[in-house]
């Protein structure tokens, strides 16, 4: 077992299919505010709130598709993507595809770990 501390901060992400709504229960619930807002092509695709100094996303599921319950995302912020990406599969998870820089300036790369959890390998650009 590893004694250094991580460096490496957790975000989860919870996936809507109605972000207006999941929003106002949150804020109205437990006071979250909304920090950042990511628009998409059909109005918002995701939301970032804030709770002191914890934060939750919530993520626009797509359009028109039921969202299955419980579906989340958890997002590991990284140092480096790119350098983590080729362990991912000798550790026993799986890579879904290749790291991508968003216009909202995080590079993502879109992985799961050996039970099938999705988890976003998130490195601020």
């Not at 989860?12 to 920090?35: M, N, Q, V, W």
């Not at 080729?86 to 995080?106: F, I, Q, Y």
Request: net charge negative; with cysteine.
């Amino acid at each position: 077992m590893s004694t250094q501390p991580s460096t490496y901060a957790i975000q989860p992400i919870l996936c809507t299919a109605d972000l207006e709504r999941s929003k106002s229960f949150y804020a109205e619930l437990f006071g979250a505010e909304e920090h950042m807002r990511v628009p998409g092509d059909d109005g918002p695709f995701s939301v970032e709130l804030r709770f002191g100094d914890v934060r939750l996303g919530l993520l626009a599921y797509m359009p028109g598709v039921e969202v299955p319950p419980g579906r989340v995302i958890v997002a590991v912020f990284v140092p480096d993507v790119d350098k983590l990406l080729p362990l991912v599969e000798p550790a026993g998870g799986k890579v879904r595809g290749p790291a991508n820089d968003m216009p909202w300036g995080h590079r993502v790369a879109h992985i799961t770990d050996p039970d099938g959890n999705l988890i976003n390998l998130t490195q601020q650009l």
